[in-house]
């Protein structure tokens, strides 16, 4: 919207379409969590993966949904360092020399969408 809102060529049109859909998408988010909330109930694996989630502080509906389909794709058996990793939550320790160094920091090399949720 800001691009469109910005560009000389943009028509007042396009620019009201993409309003009118920017004010409809969060309606639209709550309706597909609800959509995904009704699947869920229908399939004991994907409950107990969500009540389990929901246990946690901090968790509600719409991020457990969202770890959901992040987390439930990944092999079960990897292990705790792996998802960390996988997550990008791993510690990334930065040095240079013998002088340099910063505060340790998560990589955020993996999966930004899991970070996001969290």
């Known amino acids: 919207l800001h691009a469109a ?5 943009t028509s007042a049109i396009v ?3 993409l309003e009118v859909n920017l004010r409809h998408l969060p309606r639209r988010i709550e309706e597909l969590v609800r959509q995904a909330l009704k699947l869920i ?6 409950q ?12 509600a509906a719409r991020s457990a949904v969202q770890l959901l389909g992040e987390l439930l794709v990944l092999p079960g ?5 792996q998802w960390v990793a996988h997550a990008g939550l791993d510690v990334r320790h930065y ?7 910063e505060r340790p920091r998560i990589s955020k ?7 996001r949720a969290l």
């Open 15 to 17: 620019v009201n379409d």
């Open 77 to 81: 058996d990897m292990e705790v360092r």
């Open 48 to 59: 107990g993966a969500y009540d389990h989630l929901r246990s946690l502080r901090g968790i």
């Open 5 to 9: 809102q910005a560009s000389r060529t």
């Open 41 to 46: 109930e229908q399939n004991s694996r994907l």
């Open 95 to 101: 040095s240079s020399g013998r002088s340099v160094s």
């Open 109 to 115: 090399v993996g999966n930004k969408h899991i970070r």
